[in-house]
């Protein structure tokens, strides 16, 4: 399905895309290794926390580092829930595990906690964006 798309500048536009990298993590097919899903699952925290940034009129910094993003957050005075610090492990899907390598293989286990974290940082950014 094929949204309208927003200004850059406008937050339901990067919640927009955290929900459509979320969608995409849930592509679980045979073809796909629970790496990938677990990238797309920290694009969409990422994303969903670019929102917050927006919605506040702070500058995000580029990065793909989910601890660093938050540490901004609340540098700015911006309360972050206490079950969110636990998706700064999404942060090695954004490089470590997405290029072929000697790391072992992500589970399904592992595969399903990313998914849980991710579906957490938006469900907290959606509040803030109404």
């Known amino acids: ?24 993590a849930r ?29 506040n009129g702070i500058s995000y910094p580029y990065t793909h580092d989910i601890n660093a993003l938050l540490s901004v957050l609340e540098d700015h ?17 954004a490089a470590d595990t997405r290029y072929p390598g000697f790391d072992p293989p992500v589970t399904k286990d592992e595969y399903l906690e990313a998914l849980a974290l991710a579906e957490e940082v938006i469900r907290w950014v959606a509040e803030l964006v109404g």
């Open 1 to 24: 399905m094929k949204k309208r798309k927003r200004s850059p500048d406008d937050p339901q536009e990067w919640l927009n895309r955290a929900k459509s990298s979320l969608a995409l």
């Open 27 to 55: 592509t679980i097919t045979p073809d796909i290794y629970f790496e990938d899903l677990c990238f797309q699952a920290q694009q969409a925290a990422e994303k969903a926390l670019k929102a917050v940034f927006i919605i």
């Open 77 to 93: 005075r911006i309360s972050i829930p206490e079950q969110l610090w636990t998706s700064v492990t999404l942060t090695s899907y």
